[in-house]
């Protein structure tokens, strides 16, 4: 399959990492991204650079109006949607569980589980041959986190990736005979933004000690799995969740 793609949070880290590697293999790209335009325009021009189609389209996953209409563009500019990389994902400040607000679970659960969800709503939509569609993948972006818990970090946003992960596995038994394929990656300690986020920007070089592989990941090595799982190269693989994590 190659054909359009949608990578929400496609302006910076493994999002951004995954569209150049997905133009690179001949996938047009529509790149959204919530704020950071400029970041976004970058991505767009390094794949048009690569001879591809691509866009950028602001929009907050947690917002059904704005999923609805990143859809409906990228349709509109690219054709038809082949896959989506559901990519954006939030942490907040590292915390223990008993100080957590209402406000800070709203809020990493609208972006990383409803925003999700949202996506893959509309992706199936569209791929699913029971609506007419051609068939397509899809591939959400979960963590390590989902299985390691994340004690005196982020418990919340571990829990969202579990949530993530089991989204995975229902989906892909829903809609495996309508021609799309559902698949999660989990990565481990990857070098990007989002652990400045945390409020660690030094992170991955704190606990790479502890993983099997001792280093972190780059953004290209989960960008290398997601288009895999992207492609027909992985044409009986569904329902999977692949860690990308240095054996951690
Ligand atoms: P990042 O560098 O912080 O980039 C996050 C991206 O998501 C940016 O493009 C950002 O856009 C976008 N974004 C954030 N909130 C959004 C929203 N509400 N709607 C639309 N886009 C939004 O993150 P990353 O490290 O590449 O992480 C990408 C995914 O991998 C996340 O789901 C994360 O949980 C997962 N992950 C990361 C690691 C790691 O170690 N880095 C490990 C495991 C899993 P703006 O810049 O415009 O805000």
Request: glycine share 12%; aromatic share 4%.
């Amino acid at each position: 399959m190659v054909g359009s793609l949608v990578i929400t949070g496609g302006s910076r880290g493994i999002g951004a990492a995954t569209a150049l590697l997905a133009a690179d293999h001949g996938y047009d790209v529509c790149v959204n991204y919530r704020s950071n335009a400029a970041a976004a325009d970058d991505v767009v021009q390094a794949c048009l650079d690569r001879g591809r189609r691509a866009l950028a389209v602001a929009g907050d996953v947690s917002q059904e109006a704005d999923v609805v209409a990143l859809f409906d563009r990228a349709a509109a500019e690219l054709g038809p949607v082949a896959g989506l990389v559901n990519n954006a994902g939030i942490i907040q400040p590292q915390a223990r569980l008993d100080t957590y607000s209402a406000k800070r679970l709203d809020d990493v659960v609208a972006v990383n589980v409803v925003g999700a969800f949202l996506c893959a709503r509309e992706a199936v939509r569209r791929l699913s041959t029971r609506h007419g569609g051609s068939g397509g993948a899809i591939v959400n972006v979960s963590s390590a986190a989902s299985y390691l818990g994340s004690p005196n970090e982020f418990i919340d946003y571990a829990a969202t990736k579990g949530a993530l992960d089991t989204m995975t596995i229902g989906l892909a038994k829903e809609v495996a005979t309508e021609g799309i394929r559902v698949n999660g990656v989990r990565p481990g300690l990857i070098d990007t933004d989002i652990h400045a986020a945390a409020g660690e920007p030094e992170r991955v070089a704190r606990l790479s000690v502890g993983v099997p592989m001792e280093r972190g990941g780059t953004a290209d090595e989960v960008a290398e799995a997601i288009v895999w799982l992207l492609s027909d190269a992985s044409s009986y693989v569904t329902g999977s969740l692949l860690n990308v994590s240095g054996g951690r």
